[in-house]
């Protein structure tokens, strides 16, 4: 099956300045990738998206990166703020499997 | 609109005990997922529904059945719940690409 590595497992950055997470996946016919902001007892949300036809998606400070050949994408988090502070899960989406990273702990400083 | 929803929010267990997790959603899906979330590991996908009358394994089903009730309703039982499924368990369904998940279910088994 498909196997989805995160990094990093933790990130600290300073308000202002920007972040950037990456996965990388094994399966070259997953097709669909979004990344989910958990915050602390919360559910996960989707806050982007990008289907395989795709090589990067912009919404707002966030964006997304996706190198079909290397078999990764990356989240980039600009001008950080405190409230972007959560775990960040991307996943991978095969079939009608989905397939998730550990997850990134983003903790921005005030 | 509710969206996902699921019942019971906590639940504690005396090992060997059985118990029925129930999720519902409202925005006419087809697929829905139950997912297991462990620290440090991420989303774990115990068994989803690609569609009413379907149940397919996903990577950690053992110890867990499923029942597809209708299009609406996924419940995921523990037969006999041992101190390793000692998790939080969450719902999800998906339209053609997004999942959106459901609050969560806290479960601890002693």
């Known amino acids: 099956g498909e196997n989805v590595e995160q990094h990093p497992s933790t990130l600290s950055v300073q308000e202002g300045d920007s972040a950037v997470i990456k996965c990388t996946y094994s399966d070259s016919a997953s097709n669909y990738f979004p990344w989910y902001k958990q915050e602390l007892g919360k559910r996960p949300q989707l806050i982007i998206d990008?289907?395989?036809?795709?090589g990067e998606k912009k919404d707002q400070r966030i964006a997304v990166t996706l190198n079909k050949t290397a078999k990764h994408f990356s989240l980039h988090i600009t001008e950080t703020q405190p409230e972007d502070s959560a775990v960040y899960f991307c996943?991978?989406?095969?079939?009608?499997?989905?397939?998730f990273g550990t997850g990134t702990s983003l903790t921005v400083i005030p | 609109n509710a969206g996902v929803t699921q019942t019971p929010k906590f639940q504690v267990l005396k090992t060997g005990q059985s118990m029925t997790l129930q999720c519902a959603q409202d925005?006419?899906?087809?697929?829905m997922y139950w997912y297991r979330q462990d620290p440090g590991m991420g989303l774990r996908l115990i068994y989803y529904?690609?569609?009413?009358?379907?149940?397919d394994k996903g990577e950690v089903p053992n110890g867990y059945n499923v029942s597809r009730l209708n299009k609406r309703e996924f419940s995921l039982r523990l037969e006999s719940a041992a101190p390793s499924q000692t998790s939080v368990y969450f719902c999800a369904s998906r339209r053609p690409w997004e999942q959106f998940f459901g609050p969560g279910t806290r479960l601890t088994v002693l």
């Open positions: 529904s690609a569609s009413e009358g379907t149940t």
């Open positions: 990008i289907r395989s036809n795709v």
């Open positions: 996943a991978a989406k095969g079939g009608n499997q989905f397939y």
């Open positions: 925005m006419n899906h087809n697929s």
